[in-house]
Protein backbone atom coordinates (compact mmCIF):
# COMPACT_ATOMS: atom_id res chain seq x y z
CA UNK A 1 0.00 0.00 0.00
CA UNK A 2 2.37 2.55 0.79
CA UNK A 3 4.70 1.83 -2.25
CA UNK A 4 1.52 1.93 -4.38
CA UNK A 5 0.58 5.30 -2.61
CA UNK A 6 4.36 6.89 -3.07
CA UNK A 7 5.37 5.32 -7.20
CA UNK A 8 1.42 4.32 -8.22
CA UNK A 9 -2.06 6.20 -7.34
CA UNK A 10 -1.07 9.50 -8.70
CA UNK A 11 -0.70 8.63 -12.05
CA UNK A 12 -3.97 7.04 -11.36
CA UNK A 13 -5.87 9.89 -10.39
CA UNK A 14 -5.14 9.57 -6.72
CA UNK A 15 -3.24 12.10 -5.00
CA UNK A 16 -2.66 11.17 -1.33
CA UNK A 17 -0.21 14.08 0.81
CA UNK A 18 2.11 13.56 4.14
CA UNK A 19 2.83 10.01 3.63
CA UNK A 20 4.76 8.61 6.33
CA UNK A 21 6.52 5.40 7.13
CA UNK A 22 6.62 4.39 10.84
CA UNK A 23 8.33 1.67 11.12
CA UNK A 24 7.85 0.53 14.65
CA UNK A 25 3.86 0.75 14.21
CA UNK A 26 4.53 -1.65 11.16
CA UNK A 27 6.69 -4.19 13.13
CA UNK A 28 4.03 -4.01 16.20
CA UNK A 29 1.34 -4.51 13.94
CA UNK A 30 2.92 -7.58 12.12
CA UNK A 31 3.48 -8.98 15.43
CA UNK A 32 0.02 -8.48 16.73
CA UNK A 33 -0.79 -10.49 13.77
CA UNK A 34 1.53 -13.20 14.83
CA UNK A 35 0.51 -13.73 18.25
CA UNK A 36 -2.95 -13.78 16.89
CA UNK A 37 -2.63 -16.65 14.72
CA UNK A 38 -0.33 -18.94 17.41
CA UNK A 39 -3.01 -18.13 20.19
CA UNK A 40 -5.79 -19.27 17.71
CA UNK A 41 -3.69 -22.15 16.72
CA UNK A 42 -3.84 -22.74 20.99
CA UNK A 43 -7.64 -22.46 21.04
CA UNK A 44 -8.16 -25.10 18.51
CA UNK A 45 -6.04 -27.31 20.39
CA UNK A 46 -7.80 -27.19 23.78
CA UNK A 47 -11.14 -27.01 21.68
CA UNK A 48 -10.00 -30.53 20.71
CA UNK A 49 -8.48 -32.09 23.16
CA UNK A 50 -4.76 -31.85 21.78
CA UNK A 51 -2.31 -31.50 24.54
CA UNK A 52 0.44 -29.01 23.53
CA UNK A 53 3.71 -29.64 25.25
CA UNK A 54 5.88 -26.35 24.29
CA UNK A 55 9.57 -27.12 24.13
CA UNK A 56 12.50 -28.67 22.51
CA UNK A 57 11.63 -32.39 21.94
CA UNK A 58 15.00 -34.89 21.07
CA UNK A 59 14.14 -38.90 20.16
CA UNK A 60 15.39 -40.90 22.92
CA UNK A 61 14.49 -43.82 20.77
CA UNK A 62 12.11 -44.54 17.92
CA UNK A 63 8.80 -44.50 20.31
CA UNK A 64 10.39 -41.91 22.90
CA UNK A 65 10.99 -37.85 22.64
CA UNK A 66 12.56 -36.20 25.44
CA UNK A 67 11.60 -32.80 25.68
CA UNK A 68 13.43 -29.92 26.89
CA UNK A 69 10.30 -27.80 28.53
CA UNK A 70 10.26 -23.70 27.61
CA UNK A 71 9.40 -23.14 31.18
CA UNK A 72 12.07 -25.56 32.46
CA UNK A 73 12.05 -29.10 33.42
CA UNK A 74 11.92 -32.40 31.10
CA UNK A 75 9.10 -34.31 30.10
CA UNK A 76 8.98 -37.63 28.32
CA UNK A 77 6.73 -38.33 25.58
CA UNK A 78 5.94 -42.03 24.28
CA UNK A 79 4.05 -43.12 21.04
CA UNK A 80 3.43 -46.19 18.64
CA UNK A 81 4.03 -43.42 15.49
CA UNK A 82 5.41 -40.24 15.75
CA UNK A 83 5.43 -37.61 12.91
CA UNK A 84 8.48 -34.82 12.68
CA UNK A 85 7.07 -31.69 11.47
CA UNK A 86 9.96 -29.46 12.21
CA UNK A 87 9.63 -27.54 9.41
CA UNK A 88 13.28 -26.00 7.82
CA UNK A 89 15.83 -23.96 7.97
CA UNK A 90 17.89 -21.24 5.83
CA UNK A 91 20.82 -22.66 4.09
CA UNK A 92 24.04 -21.28 5.82
CA UNK A 93 26.27 -19.58 3.09
CA UNK A 94 30.15 -20.26 2.90
CA UNK A 95 31.84 -16.68 4.42
CA UNK A 96 28.91 -15.35 6.18
CA UNK A 97 27.89 -15.63 9.74
CA UNK A 98 24.16 -14.63 10.18
CA UNK A 99 23.55 -12.62 12.43
CA UNK A 100 20.19 -11.72 12.27
CA UNK A 101 20.94 -8.27 12.12
CA UNK A 102 23.30 -7.06 9.30
CA UNK A 103 23.25 -10.77 7.65
CA UNK A 104 19.96 -11.91 7.83
CA UNK A 105 17.42 -14.53 6.98
CA UNK A 106 14.06 -14.12 5.98
CA UNK A 107 13.05 -14.00 9.84
CA UNK A 108 15.49 -11.16 10.46
CA UNK A 109 14.24 -9.39 7.46
CA UNK A 110 10.90 -8.89 9.15
CA UNK A 111 12.20 -7.63 12.26
CA UNK A 112 14.93 -5.21 11.01
CA UNK A 113 14.45 -1.57 13.14
CA UNK A 114 15.51 0.40 10.15
CA UNK A 115 14.64 0.88 6.60
CA UNK A 116 18.04 -0.43 4.82
CA UNK A 117 19.15 1.86 2.46
CA UNK A 118 21.04 -1.09 -0.01
CA UNK A 119 20.66 -4.85 0.59
CA UNK A 120 21.45 -8.06 -1.40
CA UNK A 121 19.34 -11.11 -1.67
CA UNK A 122 20.91 -14.06 -2.14
CA UNK A 123 18.30 -16.61 -3.51
CA UNK A 124 15.44 -16.38 -6.24
CA UNK A 125 13.43 -18.78 -4.86
CA UNK A 126 9.78 -17.97 -3.47
CA UNK A 127 11.10 -16.28 -0.09
CA UNK A 128 13.30 -14.29 -2.37
CA UNK A 129 11.39 -13.17 -5.24
CA UNK A 130 8.51 -12.07 -2.45
CA UNK A 131 11.44 -9.72 -1.08
CA UNK A 132 11.97 -8.15 -4.66
CA UNK A 133 8.68 -8.04 -6.04
CA UNK A 134 6.85 -4.99 -6.61
CA UNK A 135 3.79 -7.40 -6.10
CA UNK A 136 5.47 -8.29 -2.27
CA UNK A 137 3.38 -7.66 0.47
CA UNK A 138 3.77 -4.71 3.06
CA UNK A 139 6.50 -6.31 4.88
CA UNK A 140 8.96 -5.96 2.06
CA UNK A 141 8.30 -2.77 1.07
CA UNK A 142 11.69 -1.19 1.92
CA UNK A 143 13.31 -3.46 -0.38
CA UNK A 144 10.91 -2.05 -2.93
CA UNK A 145 11.14 1.26 -2.19
CA UNK A 146 14.69 1.45 -2.22
CA UNK A 147 16.91 1.62 -5.52
CA UNK A 148 19.74 -0.52 -3.69
CA UNK A 149 18.79 -4.08 -3.69
CA UNK A 150 20.74 -7.05 -5.98
CA UNK A 151 19.54 -10.49 -6.13
CA UNK A 152 22.15 -13.49 -6.67
CA UNK A 153 21.09 -16.57 -8.10
CA UNK A 154 22.92 -19.52 -9.28
CA UNK A 155 20.26 -21.55 -11.59
CA UNK A 156 19.76 -20.45 -15.18
C1 LIG B 1 9.32 -15.33 4.95
C2 LIG B 1 8.37 -16.45 4.63
C3 LIG B 1 7.14 -16.15 4.02
C4 LIG B 1 6.25 -17.17 3.72
N1 LIG B 1 5.06 -16.85 3.14
C5 LIG B 1 4.17 -17.81 2.90
C6 LIG B 1 2.88 -17.49 2.35
O1 LIG B 1 2.57 -16.34 2.11
N2 LIG B 1 2.02 -18.52 2.11
C7 LIG B 1 2.34 -19.82 2.36
O2 LIG B 1 1.53 -20.71 2.14
N3 LIG B 1 3.56 -20.15 2.87
C8 LIG B 1 4.46 -19.19 3.14
N4 LIG B 1 5.68 -19.52 3.65
C9 LIG B 1 6.03 -20.94 3.83
C10 LIG B 1 5.41 -21.48 5.09
O3 LIG B 1 5.74 -20.65 6.19
C11 LIG B 1 6.00 -22.87 5.32
O4 LIG B 1 5.80 -23.65 4.15
C12 LIG B 1 5.28 -23.55 6.46
O5 LIG B 1 5.39 -22.75 7.63
C13 LIG B 1 5.91 -24.90 6.71
O6 LIG B 1 5.17 -25.49 7.78
P1 LIG B 1 5.79 -26.60 8.66
O7 LIG B 1 4.75 -26.97 9.65
O8 LIG B 1 6.37 -27.68 7.79
O9 LIG B 1 7.04 -25.92 9.39
P2 LIG B 1 7.10 -24.65 10.34
O10 LIG B 1 5.95 -23.72 10.15
O11 LIG B 1 8.49 -24.12 10.17
O12 LIG B 1 6.93 -25.29 11.78
C14 LIG B 1 7.93 -26.12 12.36
C15 LIG B 1 7.86 -25.91 13.86
O13 LIG B 1 8.67 -26.91 14.49
C16 LIG B 1 9.36 -26.30 15.55
N5 LIG B 1 10.54 -27.12 15.86
C17 LIG B 1 11.70 -27.28 15.14
N6 LIG B 1 12.54 -28.14 15.77
C18 LIG B 1 11.90 -28.52 16.90
C19 LIG B 1 12.25 -29.40 17.98
N7 LIG B 1 13.42 -30.07 18.04
N8 LIG B 1 11.36 -29.56 18.99
C20 LIG B 1 10.15 -28.92 18.98
N9 LIG B 1 9.78 -28.08 18.00
C21 LIG B 1 10.63 -27.89 16.96
C22 LIG B 1 9.72 -24.90 15.04
O14 LIG B 1 9.98 -24.05 16.14
C23 LIG B 1 8.41 -24.55 14.32
O15 LIG B 1 7.48 -23.95 15.19
C24 LIG B 1 6.59 -18.54 3.99
C25 LIG B 1 7.82 -18.83 4.60
C26 LIG B 1 8.69 -17.81 4.91
C27 LIG B 1 10.03 -18.17 5.57
Known sequence: MYHQILHD?????IEVGDVKLNLQ???SAKDTSVAGLTKGVEFLFKKNN?????????FADKHTVQVNLIDGGETTLRAKNIIIATGSESTPFPGL???EKRVVTS????ALTEVPKKMIVIG????GLEMVSDACMEMWLWLTT???IRMVETRR
Open 25 to 27: QMM
Open 9 to 13: TKKRG
Open 107 to 110: TGAI
Open 124 to 127: GGII
Open 97 to 99: TID
Open 146 to 148: YPG
Open 50 to 58: VEYVKGTGA
